[in-house]
């Protein structure tokens, strides 16, 4: 019988994913994003790139992101509990959240992280920023895949959570 071929969905409701576990509980995920996330820090200082009334709207738009990742982000962290781990890899024991944060969106906190990511490429004005967050966002959108694969097989009721869900951004993705 052939595998199923990379984050494709098989007959149980369980999601396949041929992501690198990086780790018995992911460490080399958390590794990279960190690396990713100082990344970001750094280009911000290539900057400013635009000016003059763009510059105005890109800075109130930007702080408008961060603030909004932020909450986004906190409230994900307070709502996970004693489920919260800086590993994609669940601890055992961990339940399904579904209020707060988690109502909306699967990964509220890397969702967060994305949107202060690109708040802070608009007010740095640095087209470098811009493109980390966006590497940023692809990166999280991978780490997720890998976490859900984990979260499926250990966590009962995270298939049926899942579903009808966006999974990083709200009412986006």
């Known amino acids: 019988m052939t595998p199923p071929p990379p984050s494709s969905s098989i007959p149980d409701g369980r999601w396949t994913s041929r992501l690198p576990d990086l780790g018995p509980r992911g460490e080399g995920w958390v590794l990279i994003q960190f690396l990713l996330l100082g990344l970001l820090a750094l280009a911000g200082s290539f900057g ?16 408008a992101l961060i603030v909004g990742g932020f909450i986004l982000a906190l409230r994900g962290l307070l709502d996970l509990r004693e489920n919260l781990t800086p590993f994609p890899r669940p601890k055992a024991g961990t339940t399904v959240v579904a209020h707060g944060a988690y109502r909306l969106v699967r990964h509220p906190i890397y969702g967060g992280i994305i949107l ?16 980390t967050a966006v ?21 009962t009721g995270y298939v049926a959570y ?11 993705y």
């Open 48 to 63: 400013p790139a635009w000016a003059g009334a763009a510059r105005a709207v890109s800075t109130l738009a930007g702080a």
């Open 116 to 131: 202060g990511s690109l708040g802070w490429g608009l007010v740095a004005a640095s087209p470098a920023a811009l493109g």
């Open 135 to 155: 590497v940023l966002a692809a990166f999280f959108d991978l780490k997720s895949r890998r976490e859900e694969r984990w979260l499926d097989e250990h966590v």
């Open 162 to 172: 899942r579903e009808g869900r966006r999974k990083l951004i709200p009412w986006v």
